[in-house]
């Protein structure tokens, strides 16, 4: 459950992934929040499947028109820019380089991504790079064979990557590849994208006065909230990388942009080894050492290059790199759970009791206790519904006893009262508790897609004992119907699997009951 400060919403740092804790759900959603002095309210919008993830976007305007207006205009910017820098479709200016060794005439705004390129690979002594497309490749071949990538393969491609990869001609507005390897700006193109949406709608929409956009955990904070003093941003434990989990630190910004990145939600894994999808461009090895990296900075191309810099460079190089720019903060955590922050980030984490993380309470005795160090995990899917009159689904995930009893409300998607209750079933439970429909998730990886994970303890913190349990996941969509999954699943001294079959509203659910252990 996310920890809710007052007047202000929390934001869940997922990997690099950060929503806001009041619940939208999964198409486009308005919602008005509260009003200060100057009569602006916040409104909330999320969507998912944009550019291959999903959009939080908070915006603070006088009126709800004016809030849908500026979600137009970065919808608008978010595409226009995608057009220029995917690498998943061909038609992009990005993919057209890629073809060639030729100039190829590209806009402005390429040549400025490239340009930061540059200047990162500089600033990071080569850590950071924005032509690792050839690692991306070898090391998806070997996980598809089974096999690490050659050492003299690795090798060529880190030799490769010293050599200068590309030459900026502004006068001319071209590019042209210097050698083979792709060029791959993923590192930075959601940043550089998200930096340019607030940018269009400050110009077009001077009446918003507050903005908040989250591009797959890519943020970037304007303003304040009505009556707040900052955004608040919460940073996910690497460790318990669930929707649903608590965050491990709190932070409070305004003005700034945030990113996370991390070897524990993308990964390769080859003869049962993980190995991180970050890649240290000066080996051609995957990065060790580093489980996560946030930083937040005075904007997003900055936030971004940085956090992915982290994760390759020791952490006492990271904060000697990080010291050198002004603005700069970041908290590490290291492969082994330890938290190292830079002495700028204090300037950013508020009062440790805002986001104190939720204490256990003693357990009770029981004749049959919760098995030690297991948890029930439910991975969950809304897929995207092409339909004319298309609505966010609202939501609800809970765990009943064998006896049909609810005990424990994992995820409510879509907090107003006139939906909620049309998800017939949990609003039998959950309408009389008002701390229930505050028990918000979001999605971690791509678009509709939810991890959720349960220990063993009923809504009020209680532990069960071990038996037999049903999981059972309720969608509605506006305009749409009311569908439920359920499954049973047994919870006593060794691992189970169930999954609940698919419908008009959601994938398969995968449900597990298996023990924790570090990866």
């Not at 001609?169 to 930096?195: C, E, F, H, M, W």
């Amino acid at each position: 459950m996310s920890v809710v400060a007052p007047r202000a919403r929390v934001l869940l740092l997922l990997t690099a992934v950060a929503v806001c804790v009041a619940p939208g759900g999964h198409g486009a959603d308005t919602r008005p929040r509260a009003a200060d002095a100057q009569n602006v309210i916040e409104f909330e919008f999320h969507r998912d499947h944009v550019i291959g993830t999903s959009l939080d976007l908070c915006v603070v305007a006088p009126d709800e028109p004016t809030a849908e207006a500026a979600e137009l205009t970065v919808l608008n910017e978010v595409e226009r820019l995608r057009t220029i820098l995917s690498t998943y479709d061909p038609a992009t200016e990005i993919s057209k380089v890629n073809r060639t060794r030729e100039p190829v005439p590209v806009s402005h705004e390429l040549i400025e991504v490239l340009r930061a390129y540059e200047q990162w690979q500089l600033k990071s002594g080569g850590a950071f790079h924005g032509q690792v497309g050839d690692l991306v490749r070898v090391w998806k071949e070997g996980e598809r064979a089974g096999r690490v990538p050659e050492a003299v393969v690795l090798d060529r491609i880190a030799a490769d990557l010293k050599r200068p990869g590309f030459k900026l001609d502004t006068d001319a507005s071209t590019v042209t590849r210097l050698t083979d390897q792709p060029l791959n700006l993923n590192a930075v193109g959601k940043g550089y994208i998200i930096a340019k949406a607030a940018d269009a709608v400050r110009k077009a929409h001077p009446a918003v006065t507050a903005l908040l956009i989250n591009l797959g955990g890519d943020i970037l904070a304007f303003g304040s909230p009505p009556g707040g003093t900052g955004w608040a941003v919460g940073v996910q434990n690497p460790f318990m990388a669930f929707d649903n989990a608590a965050p491990v630190a709190g932070l409070r910004v305004t003005n700034q942009a945030v990113a996370t990145s991390g070897d524990y939600q993308r990964f390769y894994t080859i003869d049962g080894k993980r190995y991180s999808h970050i890649f240290d461009p000066r080996t051609g090895r995957p990065a060790e050492g580093v489980s996560s990296a946030t930083v937040v900075a005075n904007n997003n191309v900055t936030a971004n290059a940085l956090a992915t810099t982290l994760c390759v460079l020791k952490p006492e190089e990271g904060l000697k790199l990080v010291a050198g720019v002004p603005g700069a903060a970041c908290l590490i955590i290291t492969s082994d759970g330890k938290q190292i922050r830079s002495p700028g980030l204090k300037l950013f984490e508020p009062a440790p009791a805002r986001f104190a993380l939720p204490q256990d309470k003693k357990d009770e005795k029981k004749a049959d206790p919760w098995p030690a160090g297991f948890q029930v995990t439910v991975a969950v899917e809304l897929p995207k519904v092409e339909a004319k009159r298309y609505r966010k689904p609202y939501t609800a995930i809970w765990i009943e006893d064998d006896q049909g009893k609810a005990v424990k409300t994992l995820a409510v998607w879509g907090n107003a009262p006139k939906y909620l209750k049309t998800l017939r079933d949990w609003w039998k439970i959950g309408k009389g508790d008002g701390d229930l429909v505050k028990a918000v998730a979001r999605a971690t990886r791509g678009p509709g897609k939810y991890d959720l994970a349960w220990d063993g303890k009923d809504d009020k913190g209680n532990p069960v004992s071990q038996g037999k349990y049903v999981v059972r996941v309720e969608v509605h969509r506006e305009f749409g119907d009311d569908v439920t999954q359920r499954g049973e699943i047994e919870c006593k001294d060794k691992p189970a699997v169930v999954k609940l079959d698919k419908n008009t509203e959601a994938a398969e659910t995968v449900v597990e009951f298996k023990k924790v252990g570090k990866k």
